[in-house]
T-cell receptor
Framework: GAVVSQHPSRVICKSGTSVKIECRSL??????MFWYRQFPKQSLMLMAT?????????EQGVEKDKFLINHASLTLSTLTVTSAHPEDSSFYIC????????????FGPGTRLLVL | DAKTTQPNSMESNEEEPVHLPCNHS???????IHWYRQLPSQGPEYVIH???SNVNNRMASLAIAEDRKSSTLILHRATLRDAAVYYC????FGSGYALNFGKGTSLLVTP
């Protein structure tokens, strides 16, 4: 099956700093990638849709200036949490689709962020 | 996307079949039925999807009711590694939108 990787797998940072999370599709090109956030004991919540070569589309309530998304190539999307605060501590997960209309999504293993 | 309803939790014995139900009474004609599962501390994993006909793959089977208002994910022989949260999700074909996860069913498999 297709593989999506994330780096780092976990990160601890101080409040006020920025953290970049990478999402890579290892064996296919992904024109669209998605970023989710999951708090403990809760389900995944979609944050934004990342399209290669264009601006990301953010879900309502997600601050685009705080969660910067860049999808500069067909195999890499990055999520930067700027000026992180303890309430940003969460499990961040990306997913990718091989082609725009393919039904199956491939998820990364997730990145656990802890902001102190 | 139309809403789905799943039991919060289910329990099964190892090596027994498991039937995970999902109700989706407001499903539209172009909604695909997807199942994903999430093992602890991991990203979700695709299990199976279908539109109208029952589907089988190496992981599971998907039984879709004739009126499509419900479906059942069938794990033929549960193993301890199948303990996960199982999500039933409807997605309009070709809409290009992401998956909207509900609360899912937490499956406990006991030896």
């Amino acid at each position: 099956g297709a593989v999506v990787s994330q780096h780092p797998s976990r990160v601890i940072c101080k409040s006020g700093t920025s953290v970049k999370i990478e999402c890579r599709s290892l064996d296919f090109q992904a024109t669209t990638m998605f970023w989710y956030r999951q708090f403990p004991k809760q389900s995944l919540m979609l944050m934004a849709t990342s399209n290669e070569g264009s601006k990301a589309t953010y879900e309502q309530g997600v601050e685009k200036d705080k969660f910067l998304i860049n999808h500069a190539s067909l195999t890499l999307s990055t999520l930067t949490v700027t000026s992180a605060h303890p309430e940003d501590s969460s499990f961040y997960i990306c997913s990718a689709r091989r082609q725009p209309n393919q039904e199956t999504q491939y998820f990364g293993p997730g990145t656990r962020l802890l902001v102190l | 996307d139309a809403k789905t309803t799943q039991p919060n939790s289910m329990e099964s014995n190892e090596e027994e079949p498991v039937h995970l139900p999902c109700n989706h009474s407001t499903i539209s004609g172009t909604d695909y039925i997807h199942w994903y599962r999430q093992l602890p501390s991991q990203g979700p994993e695709y299990v199976i999807h279908g539109l109208t006909s029952n589907v089988n793959n190496r992981m599971a089977s998907l039984a879709i009711a004739e009126d499509r208002k419900s479906s059942t994910l069938i794990l033929h022989r549960a193993t301890l590694r199948d303990a996960a949260v199982y999500y039933c999700i409807l997605r309009d074909f070709g809409s290009g939108y992401a998956l909207n996860f509900g609360k899912g069913t937490s499956l406990l498999v006991t030896p």
